[in-house]
C-alpha cells in the first residue's frame, strides 16, 4: 500500500499544474519588437489611408528612428501638412508647424490621421512602453495562438493596456486590441501582408478598425525599411524646421 502510494505521489509530482513557456512574456514581446523593428536605428516610409463614411484621405510620412527611443516622423504628404515634423525622444513629444516661431509639446495619444496615433506612426516597438504582465493560450480564428496583457509602465504610453496575440512559434503578431485609460476599447489592429525585409518576416499592413464606429478603417502601409543612420542633431528642437 505504501509503494502505491508512492507512485501517485510520483506521478502527480510529474503533471503541469497550469500551463508554463520556457520563454517570460516580457522575452515573447521582445521577440515581437524585433520582428516589427529591424534595428534599434532604421528608417522607413509610412502611407496611412483612412476611410471613413464613403470618404478616403490620405497622409505619407518618412520615419527615422534613433536608438530605438528617439523618432522623427516627417510629414510627405498631403500638401497643406507637407513640412511639419513630428519628434519623440523618450516619452516627449513636439510638432512642428512651417510658418510657426517654435515647436508644440503634443500628446503620443492624439490622433495624426483616422484612428492613427501620434505614438502609432512614431514608435515602432511596444517594449518601450509596456511590459508584458501575462501570457495564456488562446484560439484565434480556429488557430492556437498566444495572448499578450500588455500594461502602460511610461507616461508616454498611449494607451493603458493592450490585448496582443502572436503566433505560438514564431511570435509574429496577429492582432491587438488597445484600451483608454477608462478601460474603454478604442481600436482593433491586425497585422497583415508579412514580405522578407532585412532578413526576417515583417508585416508591411496594420488595418486598424474604430472601437466604435465600425465604418472607419485606417490602413497604415510600411515601406522601403532599411538601416540607415540618422544625425543626432536632427533629434534636438531646435533642429526641426531644417528637417526634410
Not at 515647436?103 to 509596456?130: H, K
Request: glycine fraction near 4%; charged fraction near 25%.
Amino acid at each position: 500500500m505504501r509503494k502505491t502510494f508512492s507512485c501517485i505521489l510520483f506521478v502527480f509530482s510529474i503533471l503541469p499544474i497550469g500551463v508554463s513557456y520556457a520563454i517570460t512574456p516580457q522575452e515573447i514581446l521582445q521577440k515581437v519588437d524585433e520582428i516589427r523593428a529591424p534595428a534599434n536605428t532604421f528608417v522607413f516610409h509610412l502611407k496611412a489611408t483612412v476611410n471613413k463614411d464613403d470618404e478616403e484621405s490620405k497622409a505619407e510620412f518618412l520615419v527615422r528612428v534613433k536608438d530605438a527611443h528617439k523618432s522623427l516622423v516627417i510629414y510627405k504628404s498631403p500638401p497643406s501638412n507637407k513640412g511639419r515634423v513630428l519628434l519623440l525622444v523618450e516619452n516627449n513629444m513636439w510638432i512642428y508647424i512651417p510658418g510657426t516661431r517654435n515647436p508644440l509639446r503634443i500628446s503620443p495619444q492624439q490622433q495624426i490621421i483616422g484612428r492613427v496615433s501620434n505614438a502609432d506612426a512614431a514608435r515602432v516597438v511596444y517594449s518601450l512602453d509596456y511590459s508584458a504582465e501575462s501570457v495564456t493560450e488562446d484560439v484565434l480564428d480556429g488557430q492556437k495562438v498566444l495572448k499578450l496583457i500588455l500594461i502602460a509602465k511610461t507616461t508616454g504610453a498611449a494607451y493603458k493596456s493592450i490585448n496582443l496575440w502572436v503566433e505560438n512559434n514564431t511570435y509574429q503578431p496577429i492582432k491587438a486590441e488597445f484600451f483608454a485609460i477608462s478601460g474603454k476599447i478604442l481600436k482593433t489592429a491586425y497585422y497583415k501582408e508579412y514580405k522578407e525585409i532585412l532578413g526576417k518576416k515583417r508585416p508591411t499592413v496594420l488595418e486598424i478598425h474604430d472601437g466604435i464606429r465600425e465604418s472607419e478603417v485606417s490602413i497604415m502601409e510600411y515601406s522601403d525599411m532599411r538601416i540607415e543612420d540618422t544625425p543626432d542633431a536632427y533629434f534636438q528642437k531646435t533642429f526641426m524646421d531644417r528637417v526634410e
